[in-house]
């Protein structure tokens, strides 16, 4: 299908959408009906009438999670990374993983877009007018940046990163966000406030459906997001220059907020309500963004997340990433591993790697442990590494994707307290399973579970399901007769 270059032309393809035209007001309700749409699968929410928003002024909801398509669950998913809107898990998985092996294709520049249809510039570039909700109660304030992707390069231009983290708006004019390490965000503005200078920023709004995927995906050092998503999509993207800063970002945006983000960490920054399901309590020190510009197109759309117990956009976007980036490693490690999947109902707390069923033929004498060793000494070289508290290496008969047959893998193939291998290491510490000494240390334990099954000579016991306990025949037979 022809590639979506656009959030207007997404949102004409998607056609899952429930447009909400009654006045809502920003403080709690708008987050409300969001995470309503998440728990009951429902259309995407775009609101067009938003208290305190000026005129035209839209707010898109649930922009990248699970579809209320009847059989099209990804179908928000697939049309963002330029698949058919019928792409299954492992289809998406595998696409782009696959796009990891190709040479990356490099932006272009373009002179005008339809971002600069409004050029706000000094005391006219504030947050007053646009869509800034409260999104969940006990917030520390509203959340403007949520499914945005922030643009930055190094002091020395030699890398430009695009990513997200949440951003909390402090005034019209200032927001604060995390900037925490090892992320690469941290890392660009570390190297500004080491040389004692506020590090540029872009913060982009709308746009490319596939950027907040990709710019939320662990790439490795040295590979920038914009160069990967060219080769994802087979064209290269087009961007247009900033006003007031030297970067450059989608001319494809629906908004670009510009400015400059400070060397020291004094804007108090959170709770929020996050991927785990729950809302912190802690607070921290973060860097201040002070807006100097702001540009938009006419009738402006902002897209928002609103993070809580799945399946909202963190654990899509953040699972189907993290999942191709350990697929790609592994396969560059000619490992016999046939995909990988972050279950989205394990809110990005687990890695499932499946295995060929056969994959004695190519390894003879190695053992389901030693098997399970090697892949987890490769994944925990990966940048994504201290976001996996848990990982379980399955065969591949079972479809990882799918909930209910995972759980009974999980259950009957997951031994009570052996075939694991724990080792220790940094974490995030908004992964809710760790215990909060070790959440504030970043430090914590990790295990890999060995749940591969035996072969066929030491035992294997054949799945007794209509799939596999009866012969091919016979279940055609059924199938043919099924309905009458």
Not at 83 to 89: E, I, K, Q, R, V
Not at 96 to 111: E, G, I, K, N, Y
Not at 328 to 343: C, D, M, N, Q
Not at 423 to 438: D, F, H, N, T, W
């Amino acid at each position: 299908m022809a590639r979506i270059k656009d959030l207007r032309s997404y949102l004409d393809a998607l056609g899952d959408l429930r447009t909400v035209d009654r006045l809502v007001d920003p403080d709690l309700e708008v987050g409300a009906i969001i995470r309503r749409s998440y728990e009951t699968v429902a259309p995407a929410p775009l609101f067009t009438n938003i208290k305190d928003t000026a005129p035209g002024f839209r707010l898109l909801g649930a922009p990248g999670a699970l579809s209320s398509a009847p059989g099209r669950p990804l179908a928000r998913i697939g049309l963002s990374l330029g698949l058919d809107s019928t792409a299954g898990a492992r289809e998406i998985v595998d696409a782009l993983a696959a796009a990891r092996t190709r040479a990356p294709l490099p932006p272009v520049l373009v002179d005008s877009a339809p971002c600069k249809q409004n050029i706000l510039l000094g005391k006219d570039a504030s947050l007053e007018r646009f869509p800034t909700p409260l999104l969940h109660d006990g917030d520390g304030g509203p959340y403007v940046n949520t499914w945005g992707t922030i643009v930055a390069r190094t002091p020395d231009g030699s890398f430009t990163n695009w990513s997200i983290a949440r951003i909390m708006m402090a005034d019209d004019t200032h927001m604060t966000g995390l900037v925490l390490h090892p992320q690469r965000i941290a890392q660009v503005w570390q190297q500004w406030a080491d040389r004692g200078e506020p590090m540029p920023f872009a913060l982009v709004q709308g746009g490319e459906p596939a950027l907040p995927f990709v710019s939320g995906m662990p790439l490795p050092d040295g590979v920038e997001e914009a160069g990967y998503l060219g080769a994802l999509l087979g064209e290269p993207l087009e961007l247009v220059q900033c006003e007031t800063v030297d970067l450059q970002v989608p001319a494809s945006a629906e908004i670009v907020i510009e400015g400059h983000l400070s060397v020291e960490r004094t804007g108090l920054e959170g709770p929020m309500g996050e991927f785990a399901g729950y809302r912190p309590n802690e607070t921290s020190l973060q860097p201040v963004y002070t807006i100097e510009a702001i540009t938009h197109r006419d009738n402006p759309i902002w897209p928002t997340v609103v993070e809580g117990e799945p399946v909202d956009e963190y654990h899509t976007a953040t699972g189907l990433t993290l999942a191709a980036e350990a697929l790609t490693a592994l396969r560059a490690a000619t490992l016999p591993v046939t995909s990988a999947w972050e279950p989205f109902d394990g809110a990005s707390h687990i890695l499932v790697v499946s295995v060929a069923t056969d994959w004695r033929d190519n390894l003879p004498g190695l053992s389901t442990g030693d098997l399970t060793q090697r892949i987890t000494d490769v994944l925990a070289t990966q940048r994504f590494e201290y976001l996996v508290p848990r990982i379980f290496v399955l065969d591949d008969d079972v479809d990882a994707s799918h909930t209910a047959e995972l759980m009974w893998a999980l259950a009957t193939r997951v031994h009570p307290t052996s075939r694991r291998i724990v080792r220790e290491g940094k974490i995030l510490p908004l992964l809710s399973v760790y215990a909060p000494e070790e959440r504030h240390a970043w430090q914590g334990p990790k295990v890999t579970y060995d749940a591969l099954v035996p072969s066929a000579e030491e035992g294997r016991e054949p799945r007794s399901s209509f799939r596999f306990i009866f012969p091919r025949e016979v279940q055609q037979r059924v199938l043919e007769h099924w309905n009458g």
